[in-house]
């Protein structure tokens, strides 16, 4: 079950008070709460220690847990000196959510905190590439952010090996991206996510049921969100996902 926002706690925390009117998605922020991880999608053995691998992550707020289809797609858990990540193996590890991304109505949010290690990986990711109806956020083949919002467009340096944050916010008139709290200058899209094709998976891209693009690196957290985000919310979202890292 997850966890919702409610009360005074959800207008102190900048991502939980995203959730504060019953919006859908999921939210984690950071993997220190081990009651909230578990090493089978069953859910019945809590992560304990270093290593462990992870087959159930329960949401913080969204409604959408993430659960691996197959042992052997568990990522580990890294402890970290109290900064703790989800470690995939960039060959099949992922886990997989039931939110469909969704551009049209109220928007839609993606953000993770996290490093991708090679090309042609994706950190979240979800819907389907047939005409273009995806949302993902990944490296290119050549190291550079790529914001997948129906087509994908690239931009900046290359990242191979670096902790960074990137978030992509818009709605049926277009979206928005950030790498490290600096906003991308991005060329409009073709197509738009439109909620059919594959739920959002974390450390891969579901293309309507086919995984690909599986991360190696680290997930310290990641969102999903059923609307846009306000001007006033960008940077504090920003800001505290940068402080996973």
Known sequence: ????????????????????????????????????????AAGSTNVA??????????ARAGGNN??????????????????????PDGSDDRLATGFLPNASGAGLT????????????????GGASNNSKRA???????GRASFGWGTSVSAGDNLHGQNITMLMTG???GRRGWVNGVEITLAPPVGAPDGTGGGIALCAYNNAGVTASFQAGRLYG?????????AAEIPAV??????LL
């Open 110 to 125: 993606l953000a993770f905190a996290g490093r991708i290690n090679a090309d042609n990986q994706a950190a979240i990711g």
């Open 49 to 58: 220690a270093n290593n462990d691998p992870v087959g159930r992550a329960v």
């Open 171 to 173: 709605d049926g008139a």
């Open 66 to 87: 993430a659960t691996a289809a197959n042992d052997a797609f568990r990522p580990v858990w890294i402890a970290s000196s109290g900064k703790p990540y989800l470690q």
């Open 222 to 230: 990641a969102l999903a969100l059923n609307r846009k985000l306000t």
């Open 238 to 243: 920003n800001t505290r996902l940068g402080a």
């Open 1 to 40: 079950r997850a966890v919702l926002a409610s009360g005074s706690g959800a207008g102190r925390d900048p991502l939980l008070s995203l959730f504060a009117n019953g919006e859908q998605g999921f939210l984690f922020d950071g993997f220190s709460d081990l009651s909230q991880l578990f090493t089978t």
């Open 136 to 142: 993902f956020l990944a490296l290119t083949n050549e």
